[in-house]
C-alpha cells in the first residue's frame, strides 16, 4: 500500500505536466502563449507576500532567540502531563504551528538523541507527519491576495492542531 | 486573534530576553526573521510563476472545471458559498491532493491559486476572510497527508528499521486532525454569523 502512494506521488507530476498541455493543444489552446499569460502573475503574487511573512517570521524568531517559547513549554509540561503528554515532545508541539523549520529540526535531534524506534521517536515522527505549519500557511496562503482580517480561521487551525497533538500521543500509545 | 498572538510572541519574547539579560539577541532574531521571510517569498516566485503556468493551460483546456465537477458532492457541502464548478473547487482539489500525496512544492501554488480564485468571489469585504477562505484554510492545515517524506527520510538518515512505519499512525493523527478542523469551521462559522 505504501509503495503504491509512493509511486504514485513519483509519476504525479510528470503526468500532470504531459498531460495538461496535450489536452490543452487538441482543444485548440495556444499553449505557449497560455502558459505565459498565466505565470505572468507569479512575480506579482510572491512578492506579495513579504510583509505578511515578514511579520510572522520576525515574531516567531524572536520568539524563540528569546528562550520564551522553551519557558513556554516548561510552564505547559505539568498541564500537559496529567493528559498523558511526554515533556520531551513539548518544545516540538509549541513550535509546530509557528515554524516547520525549527519543529523539524526538533523533531531531528529527538531522532537522533533517543533513536528513530524509540517511542518517543515515533511519536515526534507521527507528530511532525501528521501536522502542518498552520500560522505560515495562514499567513502565506491570506498575504498572497492581501486578507489583514483572519476572522475564526485562526481558532479552527489552532484546534485541529491540538486533536492532531493528541491523537498521536494516543495512537502511537496503542500501536508501539 | 492573530493580532494577540503576534503581540504575544513579540512582547513575551522581549520580556523573556530582559529578563535573562540577554536582550541583545531581540534584534538579530529581529533581522533574521526578516531575511527568512524575504528569501521564503522569494524563493516562491519560481515555483509559482511555473504552476500560474501550467494552472493557466488546464483551466482554457477545460481541466479544472472537470475535476470541480468531479468532486461537486463533496466541495458543495463544504463550500456552500461557492458557486458549483467554480474554478477555485478545481484549484482546492489540487491543493489537497498535493497536499496528501506529500508534494509541498506544487500544493503551496496551488493553494495560492485556490486563494485567489476564493477572493474573485470576495467582493464584500476584500480585506477579510470568507467564509470559504476559512474552510478551506481549516482544511489545508489539516489536511490528510499519506506521505510524510521528509520525516520518513529523517528516520532513514539515523538507521531506522521500519522507516515508513509511522505512516499508518501518522494517518490516523491527521484525520483526527481533519474532522476537528472541519467541525470547529462549522461551529465557528455559525457563531461568527450570529456576531457579525
Known sequence: ?176 | MVNYVWLGMMVFGILVAAARGHIEVVTKAALDGAQVAVKTSLSLIAIITFWLGIMKLAEAAGLVRALARLVRPVTSFLFPSVPRDHPAMGAIVMNLSANILGLGNAATPMGLIAMQELQKLNKRRPDTASEAMCTFLALNTGCITVIPTTIIGIRVLYGSQDPAEIVGTTIFATLCGMTVAILADRILRSLYRNRW
Open chain 1, 1 to 176: 500500500m505504501y509503495e503504491v502512494i509512493n509511486q504514485i506521488s513519483r509519476w504525479a507530476i510528470p503526468v500532470m505536466l504531459l498531460v495538461i498541455p496535450l489536452v490543452a493543444f487538441i482543444k485548440k489552446v495556444p499553449v505557449f502563449e497560455t502558459f505565459v499569460e498565466g505565470a505572468e502573475a507569479g512575480f506579482a503574487t510572491a512578492i506579495k507576500t513579504i510583509p505578511f511573512l515578514t511579520a510572522m517570521l520576525v515574531a516567531v524568531s524572536i520568539f524563540r532567540a528569546s528562550g520564551a517559547m522553551e519557558l513556554l513549554a516548561s510552564w505547559l509540561a505539568p498541564v500537559l502531563s496529567v493528559l498523558g503528554i511526554p515533556a520531551d515532545i513539548l518544545p516540538h508541539a509549541v513550535m509546530r504551528p509557528l515554524s516547520g523549520g525549527a519543529a523539524l529540526g526538533i523533531a531531528t535531534e529527538i531522532i537522533k538523541t533517543h533513536g528513530p524506534d524509540s517511542f518517543i521517536g515515533r511519536l515526534v515522527s507521527t507528530m511532525q507527519g501528521s501536522s502542518d505549519t498552520t500560522f505560515y500557511i495562514l499567513t502565506l496562503y491570506f498575504g498572497s491576495v492581501g486578507i489583514r482580517k483572519y476572522r475564526y480561521a485562526v481558532a479552527s487551525g489552532l484546534a485541529a492542531d491540538f486533536t492532531t497533538l493528541i491523537a498521536s500521543i494516543f495512537i502511537c500509545k496503542v500501536m508501539f
